[in-house]
């Protein structure tokens, strides 16, 4: 039992209970048998009898409910104090010795994190993906991520996997069948065009991986860090990128101390965007301490955006600057995160040529528009986001796994003959690693890791 909704006054406030026997519980907190899944409007009585509030109270008899087992909800009036001893009572009346000297629901506790979604889970009345997207709907930060992780909810990512995993299957009985009658003089795989199925089978794989992926940066979006000199427009291009005043702006240098970091959306991607101090030499503790910061972010980055002051851009004190932070950038990051050359204040400059790099102005937006495009580039995002199903990196990496083994199987099968055993086995781990997903094959560590991360109540 838990209180399932969220922490703070509301107009409504739910306690969830999930278990076995919930009729003995309904009687003693509602003085009456509930008619299974009908609102009732009832007072929720004290162990005195006396109404602690008044709501609608619902049970759902399993296996007809969301967890398959007995549920009660209470919906009262939504005081933190008054859902504190609706629960209370709960945990009381479930305590209360019966008849017989036991305790009337002796299994009934309150309820871990995500536990309710995990016993719907553990009594299939939904898979792994199906559960996780129930974390992900109510953490959408973009209108595309929620309605991806509502796509995924209703089985659409789990479909695509039973389609993949049952054609698999098909594939892995004709393998089986001529490894167990090699002696028969039908070839079982030529006549079932096995080739044939394993590249339809690859081909159908590569087109989930692909929206899946998308799936996944809808998620998770990408972390990008604005670096560069002081007084570069950091803040400025911050501010501008997320239409609002956020990070401090003055003429000053090092006025930014420390990291400034907002959640934008581009087309329904989530960007991370990090405005950090700016990178030169001080002898200024508090400065060192946000350029240290500064750099830290930049080592983490997904993309980083390096900007230059196109009004300053021939002072050769300046260059040299420019030149040792664009170095260090070389050593300090892995090639494979991308870095943009920016060279911001064209409405200020003499000249404005940006070279490989981007024009713009901070100020009055001009170029914003290319960057945001450059931007979901990197990101990997396409524009169809039809079918795109919520996903995570467990899932993509799954995906990716069963993808290498199929390649492998593809290798074995072109020499059928001398690899059949082998093709078998990599037709088991493509297996496995997409049975994974849905949960069919998953240590109980994952289970803790992933339900973990639910809030309590759900």
Not at 53 to 70: C, K, M, N, V, Y
Not at 154 to 174: K, P, T
Request: proline share 3%.
């Amino acid at each position: 039992m838990a209180i399932a909704t969220a922490p703070g006054r509301g107009a409504v406030g739910i306690v969830r209970i999930s278990g076995r026997g919930l009729t003995a519980l309904s009687q003693a907190l509602c003085a009456r048998i509930l008619k299974p899944r009908e609102a009732t409007y009832t007072a929720f009585l004290d162990a005195q009898g006396v109404p602690i509030d008044q709501g609608l109270a619902i049970f759902f008899p399993g296996p007809h409910s969301f967890t398959g087992e007995d549920v009660l909800e209470l919906q009262a009036h939504g005081g933190p104090v008054v859902l504190q001893l609706l629960l209370s009572r709960c945990l009381q009346a479930a305590a209360q010795v019966g008849h017989d000297g036991l305790p009337l629901l002796p299994h009934l506790r309150v309820a871990l994190p995500g536990e309710f979604s995990e016993r719907a889970f553990l009594n299939n009345k939904i898979d792994l993906a199906q559960a996780e997207a129930i974390a992900d709907l109510i953490d959408a930060s973009t209108e595309a991520a929620a309605r991806s992780a509502t796509r995924s909810l209703s089985g659409a990512f789990s479909q695509e996997i039973h389609h993949l995993r049952d054609a698999l299957v098909h594939l892995r009985m004709l393998v089986e069948a001529t490894l167990d009658f090699p002696e028969e003089e039908i070839d079982f795989l030529r006549k079932a065009d096995a080739h044939g199925q394993l590249s339809n089978l690859q081909h159908s794989l590569n087109l989930v991986l692909s929206r899946a992926r998308q799936g996944a940066l809808l998620r998770e979006g990408i972390k990008v860090v604005i670096a560069g000199q002081p007084n570069a427009g950091k803040s400025s291009l911050l501010n501008a990128l997320a239409g609002a005043e956020l990070a401090i702006v003055t003429a000053i240098a090092g006025t930014t101390r420390d990291k400034v970091q907002q959640t934008i959306q581009i087309e329904g991607v989530p960007l991370h965007v990090i405005d950090t101090a700016g990178l030169r030499e001080s002898v200024d503790e508090v400065e060192q301490i946000g350029i240290e910061r500064a750099w830290e972010a930049i080592t983490q980055a997904d993309a980083v955006l390096f900007l230059h002051d196109l009004t300053r851009c021939d002072a050769p004190e300046y260059k040299a600057d420019d030149a040792r932070i664009s170095r260090l950038m070389a050593e300090k990051l892995p090639k494979s995160v991308p870095v943009i050359d920016i060279w911001n204040k064209a409405d200020a400059a003499t000249h404005a040529q940006a070279g490989d790099g981007l024009l713009l102005s901070a100020k009055n937006g001009s170029g914003l528009d290319v960057l945001r495009e450059r931007l979901l580039q990197l990101a990997g995002w396409q524009s169809v986001t039809e079918g795109v199903f919520i996903a995570r990196t467990r899932h993509v990496q799954a995906l990716h796994v069963a993808q290498i083994h199929l390649q492998a199987a593809q290798m074995h099968l072109d020499i059928h003959h001398q690899a059949l055993d082998l093709l078998a086995e990599e037709l088991r781990l493509a297996h496995n690693a997409l049975c994974e997903i849905l949960g069919e094959f998953t240590s109980d560590d994952l289970l803790g890791v992933i339900f973990s991360s639910f809030c309590i109540g759900k």
